[in-house]
């Protein structure tokens, strides 16, 4: 039985900056963790579920969730002298003082990603992902700092609230599962190098969407349903709606998980900076490939230098930028890829 704290002293080496930074901001995340658990477990017993009436800074409708497990884990990582700031749907916090000024790291965040679906008793799930700052050490730093390619990460992980609560994490050095025992109230080693395998026959994506998708996305989900022993076709569709959920599923077995452009979301849904990229950089580390159907996630710059020299660009608005997200096995992706590429070419 190995906790993660016993775990990150053990592999020292992984982390590039320091054991004990990482051990510190690892165990604010799950104490955040914790937290999130224990009232989503009770949250039929609650007043805690539904929308509390506020909507976030894209005009989505906040559930009650949301908020409490953004405030937990944003108190849980304030209380840290390594976290200068975090990051998430609910906007930039720049922590105050001079701890703040002094500490090295900052956190993204999607609290609690699948929020709708905990009123239905779905699982959901919590992603983080630390970069260390752009700002010089004894200055405040400013939302530029949230806005790096993903390849700059220097750990991310999830945390799935299913049938048990698991933590996920990466720090470029394999990924790595641990089960929480709620009788110890710690998080255990249970998967160690997780890595997919090398073929997966699990397509993850919502069909309700089909007449919207664009023609490669639409022959890439009839090549998945056609018979083909040789490459064990048809695959099975497995969507459950929530992306850490899917993802964790697919990560294990192997699989693909598609959110492409729609017409409601020309650019996808998915957040590229606190939800594809802690994903992307989970993925590579397993051995699996994270694109928005050209180009891999991690080497999206969120703010490019001609973004960078228009004023008139506020860098607020860019932490939400969406993107399409193609990400599980390798070849699964790349296949997917293959046919996006042949019918732009067969555009007329
Ligand atoms: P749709 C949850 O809102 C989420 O961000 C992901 O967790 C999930 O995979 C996706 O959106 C579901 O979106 O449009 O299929 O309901």
Same mark, same amino acid.
Request: net charge neutral; proline share 4%.
């Given at each position: 039985?190995?906790?993660?704290?016993?775990?990150?002293?053990?592999?020292?080496?992984?982390f590039?900056?320091?054991?004990?930074?990482?051990?510190?901001?690892?165990?604010?995340?799950?104490?955040?963790?914790?937290?999130?658990?224990?009232?989503?477990?009770k949250?039929?017993?609650?007043? /805690?579920l539904?929308?509390?009436?506020? *909507?976030n #800074?894209? =005009?989505?409708?906040? @559930?009650?969730? &949301?908020k409490?497990a953004?405030?937990a884990?944003?108190?849980?990582?304030?209380?840290?002298?390594?976290?200068?700031?975090?990051?998430?749907?609910?906007?930039i916090?720049?922590?105050?003082?001079?701890?703040?000024?002094?500490?090295?790291?900052i956190?993204?965040?999607?609290p609690?990603d699948?929020s709708?679906?905990?009123?239905?008793?779905v699982?959901?799930?919590? /992603?983080?992902?630390?970069?260390?700052? *752009?700002? #010089?050490? =004894?200055?405040?730093? @400013?939302?530029? &700092?949230?806005?790096?390619?993903?390849?700059?990460?220097?750990?991310?992980?999830?945390?799935v609230?299913?049938?048990?609560?698991?933590?996920?994490?990466?720090?470029?050095?394999?990924?790595?599962?641990?089960?929480?025992?709620?009788?110890?109230?710690?998080?255990?080693?249970?998967?160690?190098?997780?890595?997919?395998?090398?073929?997966?026959?699990?397509?993850?994506?919502?069909?309700?969407?089909y007449?919207?998708?664009?023609?490669?996305?639409?022959e890439?989900?009839k090549?998945c349903?056609?018979?083909?022993?040789?490459?064990?076709?048809p695959?099975?569709?497995?969507?459950?709606?929530?992306?850490?959920a899917?993802?964790?599923?697919?990560?294990?077995?192997?699989?693909?998980?598609?959110y492409?452009?729609?017409?409601?979301?020309?650019?996808?849904?998915?957040?590229?900076?606190?939800e594809?990229?802690?994903?992307?950089?989970?993925?590579?580390e397993?051995?699996?490939?994270?694109?928005?159907?050209?180009?891999?996630?991690?080497?999206?710059?969120p703010y490019?230098?001609?973004?960078?020299?228009d004023?008139k660009?506020d860098?607020?608005k860019?932490?939400?930028q969406r993107?399409?997200?193609?990400?599980?096995?390798?070849?699964?992706?790349?296949?997917?890829?293959?046919l996006?590429?042949?019918?732009?070419?067969?555009i007329?």
């Amino acid at each position: 039985m190995q906790t993660l704290g016993e775990f990150i002293v053990k592999k020292e080496h992984d982390f590039p900056h320091a054991t004990g930074e990482l051990t510190a901001l690892l165990s604010a995340i799950k104490l955040g963790a914790k937290i999130i658990n224990r009232d989503i477990n009770k949250a039929g017993l609650l007043d /805690i579920l539904g929308a509390n009436g506020v *909507t976030n #800074a894209q =005009g989505e409708a906040q @559930t009650k969730l &949301d908020k409490f497990a953004n405030d937990a884990l944003k108190a849980a990582l304030e209380a840290r002298t390594e976290v200068a700031g975090i990051a998430s749907e609910e906007g930039i916090v720049i922590f105050k003082g001079e701890k703040a000024k002094n500490a090295k790291y900052i956190v993204l965040m999607d609290p609690l990603d699948g929020s709708s679906n905990i009123d239905v008793n779905v699982s959901v799930g919590t /992603i983080f992902s630390i970069y260390r700052r *752009t700002t #010089a050490i =004894g200055l405040p730093i @400013t939302e530029a &700092d949230f806005l790096q390619p993903g390849r700059a990460q220097i750990a991310a992980g999830y945390i799935v609230y299913g049938s048990s609560t698991m933590l996920v994490y990466t720090t470029g050095c394999g990924v790595h599962a641990f089960t929480y025992d709620p009788s110890l109230g710690e998080f255990c080693l249970s998967h160690e190098k997780v890595r997919y395998p090398t073929q997966g026959h699990i397509y993850s994506i919502n069909e309700g969407n089909y007449i919207k998708f664009p023609l490669g996305i639409k022959e890439y989900i009839k090549y998945c349903q056609q018979e083909d022993e040789a490459t064990g076709r048809p695959y099975s569709s497995r969507y459950i709606g929530s992306l850490v959920a899917d993802f964790h599923r697919n990560l294990l077995k192997g699989g693909i998980y598609m959110y492409p452009g729609t017409a409601s979301y020309p650019q996808g849904k998915l957040r590229l900076l606190y939800e594809c990229n802690p994903m992307a950089f989970l993925a590579e580390e397993a051995g699996g490939k994270a694109t928005d159907g050209t180009r891999l996630i991690l080497d999206i710059d969120p703010y490019p230098n001609e973004l960078r020299q228009d004023l008139k660009i506020d860098p607020k608005k860019l932490l939400h930028q969406r993107s399409p997200l193609f990400i599980g096995s390798q070849s699964m992706v790349e296949k997917v890829e293959q046919l996006i590429a042949e019918s732009s070419k067969n555009i007329f």
